[in-house]
């Protein structure tokens, strides 16, 4: 069978290893032989989908092989969408309902990636604030567009976490902690008018972005535009997220960003890891203008 689960963009600036969106770049695992001339490469070992199958209960003599558009090391949750979908698949291996099976993935994920907030969205969906193995999920108004920016550089996320401080002011602790209480707020009651002060963030964003100088270039840009609800730094980055009205004029900004990096606009997907349907649109081929 073949199994899908959404890239995600984690952190959303204020909400550090908490809040995340899925979007639509989907991570695509089979454990049946894929058909030929289609992208299908085989997931080796170390591949993140085959640790997370095999430490879900999988088969180890099973052999899966993987497909997606996700750019790896750009802070769009390859890892955990991968993992997602790999401890998915050996629960409906093994028997699991579909529900049963998302969740006990969305907990391997987790522990495989030490945070929950990609690994929650790749599971689940649409928004989501995570808490150890706690996940609450929001619908995303209709009408809302992310466009993502995305250099050729990659980060390490390891490396990246091992340079933000262990101790921060409570000054700076207290604007992010009410920077991800307004996600909620503005969300739940779509007052999106909220989420230009719900991004600010003083915990890791400054940081991260001081070795991203392309990076930090594209979020000014971004918030310097009044068309945009939200900007933010995707993950440990390099990628930088924005969150549009489907009204928006995404080419106009895109061409306003550096050109060192690709600009495409992407939906959020509502819908989380779930077993692909062979008589659907199948978007997860692999673009080789990501890498």
């Known amino acids: 069978m073949i199994v899908s689960s959404p890239a995600s963009s984690a952190n959303l600036g204020s909400g550090f290893d908490c809040l995340a969106l899925a979007v639509d770049l989907p991570f695509a695992l089979s454990d049946e032989p894929p058909p030929s001339g289609e992208g299908w490469l085989a997931a080796e070992p170390t591949h993140p989908g085959t640790v997370a199958f095999r430490a879900a209960g999988g ?18 949750g390859f890892s955990g969408a991968s993992r997602v979908a790999g401890a998915f698949l050996a ?20 522990e495989l990636e030490g945070h929950a907030d990609n690994a929650a969205a790749s ?68 007052d999106l008018s909220l989420l230009r002060r719900a991004c600010e963030d003083r915990l890791h964003q400054p940081v991260r972005l ?17 068309s945009v609800l939200a900007a933010w730094l995707s993950g440990s980055g390099p990628t930088v997220a924005a969150l549009l009205d489907v009204g928006a004029d995404g080419a106009t900004l895109c061409a306003e960003l550096p050109s060192t990096g690709r600009c495409r606009t992407l939906d959020v997907a509502t819908l989380g890891v779930h ?14 203008d990501w890498a």
């Open 123 to 190: 599971a689940h969906g649409g928004f989501v604030v995570s808490a150890g193995e706690h996940v609450g999920r929001l619908v995303v108004p209709p009408g809302l567009v992310v466009l993502v920016w995305s250099p050729s550089v990659t980060t390490s996320t390891d490396a990246s976490r091992r340079a933000l401080p262990d101790v921060v002011p409570l000054s700076d602790a207290s604007h992010s902690i009410a920077g991800a209480a307004l996600w909620v707020a503005g969300l739940a009651t779509c």
């Open 210 to 226: 001081g070795s991203q100088p392309g990076s930090t270039e594209a979020l000014e840009v971004l918030l310097g535009n009044d």
């Open 275 to 288: 077993q692909h349907d062979p008589t659907g649109h199948d978007p997860t081929g692999p673009e080789s």
């Open 59 to 76: 088969d180890p003599a099973t052999e899966l092989h993987w497909r997606s558009p996700i750019p790896p090391g750009r802070g769009l």
């Open 91 to 110: 629960g409906l291996c093994d028997g699991l309902e579909p529900l049963d099976a998302r969740d006990g993935a969305f907990r391997v994920a987790a």
